[in-house]
Each structure stands twice: as C-alpha cells, then as structure tokens.
C-alpha cells in the first residue's frame, strides 16, 4: 500500500517536473491517474522551491529581481510545462480559425508569433503582479508564489478525476462552436 502511494506521488512529480524519480516508478495512463490525487501536493514542492529562491534571492537583490530569479527557478523545475501548452493553444488559437489546421499547429513543436507574444506577456503579467504584490508584502508575494502552484496543478488534478468519457460528452456538446465560459473552464 505505501509502495503503491510513493509510486503514485513520484508519478505527479515525473509529470509535473523534471526532477528525478525512482527507476522503479512506472508509467501509464492508469498510473497518472492514480498520480492526479498528488498534483497539488507537486505544486506545494515547486512553489516552495520557488518560494525559496524568492527569499534567499531577496537578501541580496530587489524584489523584483528576486522574483524573476524564483520565476526562472520553477520554469526550469517543471520544464516550462505551462508555458508551453499556452505556446501552443496561442499559436493554435491565433494561427487558423479552422479547428483541424489549429490542433495541427499547437501540435506543432515549434513556436509561432501567437505563441511568443503569450508567452512574453503572461511572464511580464507574472513579474508585474508578483513585483506589486512584493513591492506591498513580502509575504503576499510568497504566498502567490505558492499558492499559484498549487492552484496550477490542483486544477490538473482535478480534470483527471473527471472520468473521461463524460470529459468528451462534454467536448462533443460544444458542437464545434466554444462559448466563453467552455473556452475559459478548458484553459483553466
């Protein structure tokens, strides 16, 4: 049972990061998601890490380049993971309103003009709210750093404790045409 639960957990970590993890830990669908349950648990690790590189940056650096140095800390844990799924929904989004062609695109490993200017201006939003709130509360500022971790893959979690199939009914009830709310859920 404790074997079947680390195995579960160092799953959520091999999924959400790059840090390492036993030989041993498996890798399946199945196994992702029994790992969903430990996904918010994975965004307390990389919030804290980047929780602490905030304040051991903040010693010796403005805030604001402590925060940069933490945002930098946690796209190198995870790899980006977020970021570049936004690459690709923007470049996909931006790139052809035909669905097919669009799927192709964020398919697509490149990066396109969508994808960079969501990406510039997300980071710069980040920097800019996190430094504001830093700029207030040193506190405030961790505890978004944080916080924002969880949430990010809390929400994962929870699209995989959704079964599946009710997942696509809800997909195919769309009809092709997204309303705002259906678009913003999926985004989240």
Known sequence: MLRQEAEAFFGAVRFFTRLPVPAWVGHSQEALDRAARYF?????????????TFLLAA???PVSLALLFS???????????HEDGLADVADGLGGSYDRERALDIM???????????????????????????????????????????VL????????????LRERAGKQRGLSG???AGGLLEELL
């Open 107 to 149: 398919k697509d490993s490149r990066i396109g003009a969508f994808g960079a200017m969501a990406l510039v201006l997300a980071l710069l939003a980040k920097l800019c709210l996190l430094a504001l709130l830093g700029a207030h509360s040193l506190q405030a500022a961790l505890a978004a750093l944080v916080g924002g971790h």
């Open 40 to 52: 918010p648990l994975v965004g307390i690790l990389v919030g804290v890490l980047g929780g602490l």
């Open 71 to 81: 945002m930098a800390a946690t796209l190198l844990v995870t790899g980006a993971f």
């Open 177 to 179: 045409e997204r309303k």
């Open 152 to 163: 990010g893959a809390g929400r994962g979690g929870w699209l995989h404790a959704v079964p």
């Open 59 to 61: 010693f010796v650096l």
